[in-house]
Structures are given as C-alpha cells and as structure tokens.
C-alpha cells in the first residue's frame, strides 16, 4: 500500500479499509502479536492519509469562503444574484488573490454591465 502511487485510484479506498480495520483491531483488548505488527506497519500511511484529508478538508473550506465572500460582495452591490452573475462567482475565485482584491474593492464603481465586460476579457 505504501508503494502504490499517490495519484493511484485505489490508494485512497484501500487507505479508508485498512482505517477502519486497523481502529477495529485497536478496539480489541487482546491482539496477538501478528495483529499488532499489522497496526505498527498501517500507521504511517494511515497518519499520512490522515493528514491528507486534514489538507483536503482545509482547501475546501477556504474555496466555499472564497466563493461565500465573493457572493456576499456581489450581492451587497448588485442585489440578488442572476446566472449570469452568479458565473462569475467561480470565476473570481479563480484569479491570483491581489488580482481577486483589487477586482472586488472596485465593485462599488462598477456598473453590472462594466464588471461583465471587465470579466469577459479575463482570462484565467
């Protein structure tokens, strides 16, 4: 298991069995001694799966902050959101965070029409 690669589809399935078979074994007040050379030999890859979905789990939250701040400021300046604006959420999210702060900070001298056409010649 940890010689399979990162990017390895069944990595991260087999990661969450030998999680949870390795806690049921840990549950277990008498191990033999091979179960307990199991537990020894999972926990590396368990503590990196572990610290992996931590990581995970820490980018998704700053990506819905990002697109809940984006939203609220759109929605401070424009009212409800239509689906065209509410495309742009993404979008915003997606630029470097000087390019996304100075964009955002001119919302209040931006017309809908002047943030569209700023946005559809960006590229990101």
Avoid: C, H
């Avoid at 572990?50 to 939203?71: A, C, N, V, Y």
């Avoid at 630029?95 to 001298?109: A, C, H, K, V, W």
């Amino acid at each position: 298991l940890t010689e399979l690669p990162e990017n390895n589809p069944f990595r991260e399935n087999l990661l969450e069995i030998l999680a949870d078979w390795r806690k049921n074994l840990e549950l277990r007040d008498n191990l033999s001694r091979e179960e307990e050379e199991v537990i020894m030999n999972l926990s590396p890859a368990y503590l990196q799966q572990i610290e992996d979905w931590k990581q995970e789990g820490k980018e998704e939250g700053k990506e819905e902050e990002r697109f809940s701040l984006i939203t609220s400021l759109l929605e401070g300046r424009f009212g409800s959101l239509d689906a065209e604006l509410s495309g742009l959420v993404e979008k915003i999210a997606k630029f470097p965070i000087s390019e996304r702060t100075q964009l955002l900070l001119s919302l209040g001298n931006l017309s809908r029409e002047e943030l569209l056409q700023r946005l559809s010649n960006e590229a990101v």
